[in-house]
């Protein structure tokens, strides 16, 4: 996309002079813009390939933010949308594509992983303060923005349709990952049963809290405002405590190409846990308590075969910054998943203590 034409259809402070690539996700494209003001705004361009209703998913984001807004008003804490010059919240280009410009963050920072226990803490609390400011907001005003997104047997099904396809001609080189999570397929209805059988609430989560989509003060480190809103909707705590535990506990990066820097850090997890339990966990069930370990390995696993089946299909999903960058993201999944049941007992034990 042509960022700054782009930027200029919005109400910014000033006019935009720059363009620059920014963070690290790997959905929909961001590019931080700047004005001859020094007013600093992020464009992003939603991914139309994974969001199938994006005027759904901005609206959803729209109706969270003021809820959010409203219980804090701080402009640090909350995304502010800035509205394109036709007073729509979004700018719909000839493509279609739903492009939106939000304010950004001043002062701040995020961090792929987090560096110390403390900081985890920190966005362990953050999170756990995200769903609780969450906790009386109607669930059924939201979009569904992607159908059955923690429906882990159901991305279990579509890995087994990846691998039937085979549409990228990789299958050969990838039996032992395949048989990996054919090994654990029974897990994966774990808490889908449990939600099935009325045992687990469905509240208004995140879905995506991996710890770089947080923002943190840059000299304190305090946690500011939580990012991408594009997966807010009605879904289960323990997936995001799990999501979160997945990328802040692991010792190494999600693409990590040496697994043996792939472990789960106990002491990173428990920290998590700390600052998460200690904002919300007199809101959760007893059962919700006792599914949070199990969350962390489903997310892993989760992530593990989406990684997979992307693989399989092409690389038409995540972006990649490198052949074979999904079968990278896969295997670090899959050693840090072997290395959470390892350390499972220990993980439900700390829960319980805490
Ligand atoms: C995507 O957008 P980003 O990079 O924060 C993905 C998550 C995955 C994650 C894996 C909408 O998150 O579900 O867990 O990559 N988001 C979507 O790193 O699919
Ligand atoms: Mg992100």
């Known amino acids: 996309m042509d960022a700054l034409f782009r930027a200029r259809l919005f109400d910014t402070d000033g006019y935009p002079v720059s363009a620059v690539p920014f963070g690290n996700g790997h959905i929909n494209s961001t590019v931080l813009i700047t004005t001859d003001t020094n007013h600093r705004y992020v464009l992003q361009k939603i991914n139309g390939n994974v969001f199938k209703d994006p005027e759904g998913l901005m609206n959803n984001i729209a109706a969270v933010t003021d809820h959010l807004r409203r219980k804090d008003p701080d402009p640090r804490h909350v995304l502010t949308l800035v509205p394109a010059k036709d007073g729509m919240l979004w700018h719909t280009d000839e493509n279609g594509d739903v492009i939106r410009l939000t ?18 803490e920190l966005i362990g609390s953050a999170f756990g303060r995200f769903q609780l400011l969450l906790a009386d907001f109607p669930a059924n005003q939201l979009a569904e923005t992607i159908p ?3 429906d882990t ?5 579509q890995l087994e349709e990846a691998i039937e396809k085979n549409a990228a001609g990789r299958l050969d080189e990838v039996s032992e990952e395949v048989a990996f999570f054919r090994a654990r397929k029974k897990d994966t209805s774990f ?3 449990l939600l099935a059988a009325g045992k687990l609430p469905l509240r208004v989560t995140h879905n995506d809290t991996k710890t770089n989509n ?14 991408d809103l594009d997966t807010v909707m009605p879904g289960l705590a323990g997936n995001d405590f799990g999501e979160a535990v997945r990328t802040g506990a692991s010792t190494g990066a999600e693409d990590e190409q040496d697994l043996d820097k792939v472990s789960l850090s106990l002491e990173m997890y428990e ?9 919300c966990g007199s809101s959760l ?3 919700e308590k006792e599914t949070l370990a199990m969350c962390a390995r489903l997310m892993t696993m989760e992530n593990g075969m989406r990684f997979l089946a992307d693989y399989l299909n092409g690389d038409v999903y995540f972006a990649i910054h490198r052949p074979g960058h999904n079968l990278d993201r896969c295997r670090s999944q899959m050693k840090l998943l072997t290395d959470m049941e390892s350390k499972y007992a220990a993980m439900t034990e700390i829960i319980r203590h805490l």
């Open 148 to 150: 059955h997104f923690h």
């Open 103 to 120: 304010e950004y963050i001043t002062d701040s920072i995020c961090m792929d992983m987090p560096e110390t226990p403390d900081d985890f």
């Open 214 to 227: 947080i923002m943190l003060d840059k000299d304190t480190k305090q946690p500011l405002c939580v990012l």
């Open 285 to 287: 069930t007893e059962t």
């Open 271 to 279: 920290a998590f846990a700390r600052g998460f339990l200690s904002v």
């Open 191 to 193: 808490v889908t049963d």
């Open 153 to 157: 047997p159901d991305r279990y099904r």
